[in-house]
């Protein structure tokens, strides 16, 4: 894969950045009926663009991926959305997101990342640093709670 930057979403990429999780996420085989039963659930939020929370991953103009942080409770951010295009998976784009994201959250002094992970991204997040440290129950299912410090 060529270079790319890592960048603040623009407000007229909402759609864009909507359309992009669209792709993603309907690759996964079981989360495709529950979302295409509630499309409600794919919305990226326009205040969460203006705040600078947003960070799109760019390769030769066209954005391949995103990953977006919430303030949390107790010290940590919460990695609310992390998406890569299904045609550059597994080149470096979803791992260089999560470390754009700890060297933010370690600027504005959090103490941890926290996810919300789908288990079948477990894998990955564990290979970027990330622990489980308990589960809970999402809108489409059970999700792993994960943790890295930063």
């Given amino acids: ?3 790319f930057v890592i960048r603040c979403a623009a ?11 669209w792709r993603a996420s309907l690759t996964n085989a079981g989360d495709r009926d529950a979302l295409l039963a509630h499309p409600d659930a794919i919305e990226l939020s326009i205040d969460q663009i203006a ?4 960070f799109v991953s760019e390769r030769n103009g066209s954005i391949v991926g995103f990953a977006a942080l919430l303030p949390g409770a107790d010290g940590d951010v919460e990695l609310d959305a992390l998406f ?3 045609e550059v998976r597994r080149c ?6 999560v470390d754009h994201c700890v060297q933010i959250a ?6 941890a990342l926290c996810v919300i992970g789908n288990p079948h991204a477990h894998d990955f997040y564990s290979a970027c640093g990330f622990n489980i440290v308990g589960t809970t129950e999402t809108r489409f299912g059970p999700g792993l709670l994960m943790r890295k410090m930063v």
């Fill in 1 to 3: 894969m060529s270079s």
């Fill in 11 to 21: 407000i007229s990429e909402q759609k864009e950045l909507e359309a992009l999780q």
């Fill in 84 to 86: 890569v295009d299904p």
């Fill in 106 to 111: 370690r600027m504005q002094g959090f103490s």
């Fill in 51 to 54: 705040a600078g929370t947003v």
């Fill in 92 to 97: 470096g784009v979803g791992r260089s997101l």
